[in-house]
């Protein structure tokens, strides 16, 4: 049997700086739980088998092809499969994702996406 694992979600966002990276910090139940920091714009994608749920700490705006939403410090919003998203940051904000393990960053989007996440 495994033991519990307590994750210090702060001690693991100090130890990376790059933008729009997600670092593998959990796993649960086929799920990775991921974090990122965000800054700009990331690019229009959607995923075809998996819903997303974003965390945040710091504000930022989820765009959608017919309107946007503004998620705020600890709120969060989920993503259904299939719906075209893209993230904005105006400022540095941290985001917890949780996806299942075989959800790739940049879903229908190929160029971009980040081959294989480091786990911190």
Do not use: C
């Not at 259904?80 to 229908?108: I, K, Q, W, Y």
């Amino acid at each position: 049997m495994d033991s519990p694992v307590k994750v210090n979600i702060a001690e693991k966002l100090s130890l990376f700086d790059e933008h729009w990276s997600p670092k593998i910090v959990g796993e649960l139940n086929g799920q990775h739980v991921k974090l990122v920091k965000l800054f700009g714009e990331f690019v229009w994608h959607y995923h075809d088998d998996e819903d997303e749920m974003f965390v945040v700490d710091g504000r930022f705006r989820m765009e959608f092809r017919d309107r946007e939403v503004w998620i705020e410090r600890v709120e969060f919003i989920v993503v259904p499969r299939g719906v075209e998203h893209r993230p904005v940051a105006e400022e540095e904000a941290s985001v917890m994702l949780f996806e299942p393990a075989s959800t790739v960053d940049t879903g229908n989007v190929t160029g971009s996406t980040v081959a294989e996440l480091d786990r911190i």
